[in-house]
């Protein structure tokens, strides 16, 4: 019984690494995250939150912070604040 108890968590285990891996691997996983953070960040915009206090909180630039909300994509490397 311990064995395929064993094998049941094996598998499950193996599920769970499958779905991590689709979900926050690989560079298009990256690229949905970033999307969906930036969305986030024009929203907070949107919603009476400053440019320096996103900034701040993120521990990015602000030139950073205004090209996310201005739709413009932000530069390769992300600057830190």
Known sequence: MARRFDELAGQLL???????QRTVAGERAGERL???????LRAAYRRGVTVEELAVRMRLSQGWVRQVLAGKKPPAVEEAA
């Open 14 to 20: 193996l599920q769970a690494a499958v779905v991590l």
């Open 34 to 40: 970033k999307a969906r953070r930036n969305a986030a």
